[in-house]
């Protein structure tokens, strides 16, 4: 909850009911005060990619789950080919 958005709410509350004292007026404006939206998350694909290991091994602790899911995770989809060999010269 941002603080300003909360002071200015109760600020509004109490120049509509000013017969409130500033403690009544933070009391009563807790029960209309929306605040703003948080924003949604963004999804982790390694997580999804950790559950997603998990659910086919059910039965494997979490430990081996994580270094099971390390040797298939990729990054990035077009992984470059490695070079056969490098030329020095």
Do not use: C, I
């Amino acid at each position: 909850m941002s603080r300003q958005a909360w002071l200015a709410h109760v600020k509004a509350y109490r120049a509509e009911n000013p017969s409130l004292s500033w403690r009544e007026a933070l009391d009563a404006a807790r029960e209309s005060y929306k605040g703003p939206e948080a924003k949604p998350r963004k999804e982790n694909k390694w997580l999804v990619h950790v559950m997603a290991v998990k659910t086919e091994n059910p039965t494997v602790s979490f430990k081996e789950v994580l270094k099971l899911a390390k040797t298939s995770y990729h990054t990035d989809t077009t992984v470059p080919p490695v070079p056969q060999s490098v030329d020095m010269s």
